[in-house]
């Protein structure tokens, strides 16, 4: 089993649809991300919690809301996306309180919006 | 500018040929680095970690970071195809996951 695992992988919606990824991380680490994933793009990250709490919202539109219900799984909810939010969105898990710490992704999961 | 330069590729080599991938930074104030390799629909795995300046080497593969030139340099020996993948630089200042900068990738292909 991986350490991050995300699910679906493959995901299309209308843009009048709502759906929702869903990340879980095996790593007993303390925090975790969202970050978005583009061609041609640097990774952009989208949210951080931790432990549970928001740190971060990087000017992330309404229509991207995320939720930590404990430190082992993260929600993103999606509703009236928009064709330019297709992207690879990637959830990534980290330890915070240990120095020169890194983190680690998951899959991914693919999003259409037709 | 951007924060982190990555030349996107693609960049392709023969089987067998020493691989020389580069980021280049604007921030003297990173100090720690880290190389991802990203296969084709699948997420960045990590691949060497660094901190401050200097080589490190694991298996087939050695990082090496000059912070004087805000260079940061990625090498393969001995490519193999199974090493065909885009390769994505990033750092931070503190070496948490909060804060990471990550460069655009560098789509390499090793051909047999």
């Known amino acids: 089993e991986t350490g991050v695992t995300q699910t679906p992988r493959h995901l299309v919606m209308g843009m009048t649809n709502k759906k929702s990824l869903k990340c879980e991380q095996h790593l007993g680490h303390n925090a975790m991300y969202w970050y978005k994933q583009s061609a041609k793009k640097p990774l952009e990250l989208m949210f951080v919690y931790n432990f549970k709490e928001q740190t971060e919202n990087n000017s992330v539109p309404s229509r991207f809301s995320p939720e930590c219900p404990n430190s082992s799984h993260l929600f993103l909810h999606l509703h009236t996306l928009q064709p330019e939010d297709s992207a690879l969105y990637l959830c990534?898990?980290?330890?915070?309180?240990?120095?020169?710490?890194?983190?680690?992704f998951g899959e991914g999961s693919w999003l259409t919006v037709v | 500018q951007k924060e982190v330069e990555q030349d996107p590729g693609p960049l392709s080599v023969p089987e067998g040929a020493i691989v020389s991938l580069n980021c280049t930074y604007s921030n003297s104030a990173f100090q720690y680095f880290m190389w991802y390799r990203q296969y084709s629909r699948k997420g960045p795995e990590l691949l060497m970690y660094t901190y401050s300046s200097g080589n490190k080497e694991d298996g087939r593969f050695t990082a090496q970071v000059d912070k004087s030139s805000k260079y940061i340099s990625l090498f393969i020996r001995d490519s193999q195809p199974s090493d065909s993948a885009t390769y994505l630089c990033?750092?931070?200042?503190?070496?948490?996951?909060?804060?990471?900068?990550f460069g655009t990738g560098t789509q390499l292909k090793v051909e047999l």
């Open positions: 990033a750092m931070s200042l503190t070496g948490g996951g909060n804060k990471l900068t």
């Open positions: 990534a898990s980290s330890q915070e309180d240990r120095a020169g710490n890194t983190i680690y």
